[in-house]
């Protein structure tokens, strides 16, 4: 009660400052007419980040609460969860499935293969209806493989993740609620509203088509997933999946899919490590570990940690760990999204949205 009572009578003794205050302050001490412009820093061309923020820059964004990720609902898991699917080369393989056989029996919820290659060996003694199977899918990628892949069983969980929309995207609907086989593949772009306005573009397109074909929306909103590369920003890189998953959710309901949830789209993460001789050795492994942060707070539903290419000895086993670590030890799966409401992520998230589907909305024909 002493300290109730001692904080309280700190709030009556001192006014509570906002943003003008700062600004008052911030203009005598530097002698700028304009100290929030001129302090500004830019993540990309008019995405400026303010120097300050307070409550009131969430009062011009409307049902902010509406876009804040829900609990999960299965009583198994806690408030959060994500599949942890670490990537496996197939350049040979046998030597991939024994990778992947090991990946799975230390923790991994899935496996990403970076290509098709002898299915049959790839998934050898791999029980695909208690994990899930990933699968890139390129120009040289036979599409009867890819399809076999998807329909092959109705309880397996599969993805199909395409570097290039496919020729004929409705032999890929899947059949089962589990596996999603219409994977958009996003590319780096010059910065994260391009990257996000094409990813709209492709899915939108892909819809069109299918929907053209005789599918109704509500069947392939939810079929159509997205797969991201991670930045080394930390607070851009939760804004993109944020932002991406907001105007998902726009689309869906353009397409008169109202029962369309905020949490029913399907992101995928992959955080590729950064090479750089001044930060080794380790400097992947950093730099891995907090591109995997970002992408949980985030909301990914699955992440890829791809092995740090200077060590190829225990780079595979610390790729896949540092996903069950953020759960089982840094807990962040113990918080449904722990970024909801901060004024600064909110405010930027808003800004993307609003230029990446501008820009999407301008490029879109």
Known sequence: MANELSFNSLLTAFAVPDKSDWVSVARDETGLDDPLEKLSQYLAEN?????????????????????????????????????????????NPP????????????????????????????????????????????????ATIATNLLHSDSSHNTHLLWEHTPAKPDQFVAQSGNSRGLGVNVPRGKDVVEEIATALTRAVRLLDTLTDLGFAPAAIGSQVWFSLNIDNDFFLSIAKLKAMRRLWYQVMRSYGVHDFRYDDHFLHARCQPIVNDRYE????????????????????????????????????????NISSILAHEAHLDKVSDPFAGAYYLETLVQRIAQQAWTAFANGYS
């Open 281 to 320: 050795p380790r400097g992947g492994l950093i730099a891995n570990a907090c591109m995997a942060a970002a992408a949980v707070c985030g909301g990914c539903n699955a992440l890829t940690v791809f092995p740090d290419v200077a060590d190829q000895g225990l780079a595979p086993t610390v790729a896949r």
């Open 47 to 91: 995405l400026p980040v303010l120097p300050f923020y307070d409550h009131t820059d969430l009062t011009a964004i409307k049902y902010s609460d509406r876009y804040s990720l829900p609990p999960v609902e299965d009583e198994n898991f806690n408030a959060r969860y994500w599949e942890n699917v670490p990537a496996v080369a197939v350049a």
């Open 95 to 142: 030597d991939a499935n024994k990778k992947a056989l090991a990946h799975l029996a230390k923790g991994a919820h899935g496996i990403f293969f970076e290509q098709i290659e002898e299915p049959d060996v790839m998934l050898r003694n791999i029980d695909r209806s208690v994990c899930s199977t990933w699968f890139f899918v390129d120009g040289n990628t036979d």
